[in-house]
Structures are given as C-alpha cells and as structure tokens.
C-alpha cells in the first residue's frame, strides 16, 4: 500500500493535554492506592478494587486509540493499537475537511481525549456523529445516508482526494 493510501493520526493539542493529565492522575492515585494498602490490610479489598478498575480504564483507552487511517477500495480502515476497525464506504454521500466540525461537542458516549476522542458526540453542526479521531483541527467528515463519521489523517486535503479518486461510492448511492 502506498504512502498515498495511509495517513498518520497525530495528537492535536487537546489529547495531547487530556492524556498528560490522565496519565499523571492515574500514577498519582495508584501511587495512594498502593501506599494505602501498605499502610493498613483493611482497605485491600476495595482498594484492589479501584485500582483494578482504574487501570482498566486507562489501558481500555490506550487500546482503542487511534494509530493511523488507510484506504483500500470502498474500505477505510482505522488502525488501533490491536485491531483494525473497517468501515464500508459504499454509500458515502459527501466529505469534506471541516477543523470547526468538532467544536462545541457533547460526549453521549465517549472517550474525551485519553490517547484520542472515540465514541459518539453531538453537536448543532453535525448533530449525532461517531468519531474516530485525535486532533479535531484535521477533521475529516463522512457523511452516509444514517450515520456520521469524523475523522482526522494528517492530510485532511490530500486523503480527501485520494478518495474521491480511488473510491467510486463517493456521491453515489
């Protein structure tokens, strides 16, 4: 596959910010966790508790992030950590590279930023819309007959083009 077809997913600011924080807080407070069960066997339970649910936050988001974006035919892979997640372009009814597209999003039921902002948003521009991104000012949108996809390659212009050039289901239905 050639350079044209594979897009990097860099870290825009915002994760960049978000997954610092979280990161410095999950140490921090595993660092208590583990000072309080040293300190005093009572607590273990629930202390092993939280810290087993804390982590498995923290490494769930690492796992779903967002490594890089190719495309193949009508598919559009997205490349996570451990898996590839493929989505059928096959009645793509529009793209088009919108850096404002994510602005004033809500989380319905997402990651905000820990290693990428996944999940499902809304907004009054998009309205419902998954996002499979990490730096919103690449924003890449893909617009189906029910869904909304945002994206965000590296080359939000040159990805669109490569596209619309290998991809025929662009604009039609």
């Not at 960049?16 to 309080?36: D, E, K, N, Q």
């Not at 996002?131 to 990805?159: C, G, H, M, N, S």
Request: glycine letters at 8%; one cysteine or more; charged letters at 20%.
């Amino acid at each position: 596959m050639g350079p044209d077809r594979h897009f990097e997913a860099p870290w825009g600011i915002s994760v960049r910010v978000v997954t610092l924080l979280s990161t410095a807080f999950t140490i921090g407070l595993l660092y208590v966790l583990v000072t309080m069960v040293l300190s005093s066997s009572r607590v273990l339970g629930r202390t092993t508790l939280f810290g087993a649910i804390l982590l498995l936050s923290y490494f769930g988001c690492l796992v779903f992030s967002i490594r890089g974006y190719t495309l193949s035919g009508n598919t559009l892979r997205i490349q996570r950590l451990l898996t590839v997640k493929e989505i059928d372009l096959h009645g793509l009814e529009a793209v088009e590279y919108d850096p404002d597209a994510m602005k004033w999003s809500w989380c319905i039921f997402c990651n905000r930023g820990i290693f990428a902002i996944t999940g499902f948003l809304s907004n009054q521009k998009l309205g419902t819309y998954k996002a499979l991104a990490t730096d919103p000012k690449r924003a890449v949108v893909l617009r189906f007959p029910k869904k909304t996809v945002v994206i965000t390659p590296d080359k939000p212009e040159i990805f669109i083009a490569r596209l619309q050039e290998t991809n025929d289901a662009v604009g039609r239905q």
